[in-house]
């Protein structure tokens, strides 16, 4: 066994637990903390072309706020304060 196998099976075995009836383990990045891009502009220009495509749709408009308050509920996600939006870091990523 190599030595990131090893050290992501000692992540797995000491991470594991049950979350609401769901295993939930850590992530087992090869990196501590790895960093990531900055996809702030891209993510941007993503969400104006929706933003564009559900103003001119109602219907789809409901329909992709009902997705994004599913995973609100879940806690797949969450909404950010202001000051949390304003803050950029290396593991910041949208």
Not at 2 to 20: A, F, N, P, T, Y
Request: net charge negative.
């Amino acid at each position: 066994m190599s030595e990131e196998d090893r050290k992501g099976e000692e992540i797995l075995k000491s991470s594991i637990k049950i979350v609401d009836g769901h295993f939930e383990v850590a992530l087992m990045w090869a990196e501590e903390h790895p960093e990531t891009h900055d996809n702030y502009p891209l993510a941007f220009k993503r969400w104006r072309i929706h933003d564009r495509a559900c103003g001119k749709d109602p219907e789809l408009g409901n329909a992709v706020d009902g997705v994004i308050q599913d995973m609100i509920q879940r806690n797949f996600c969450r909404l950010m304060s202001a000051d949390e939006a304003k803050r950029r870091t290396n593991k910041t990523n949208y």
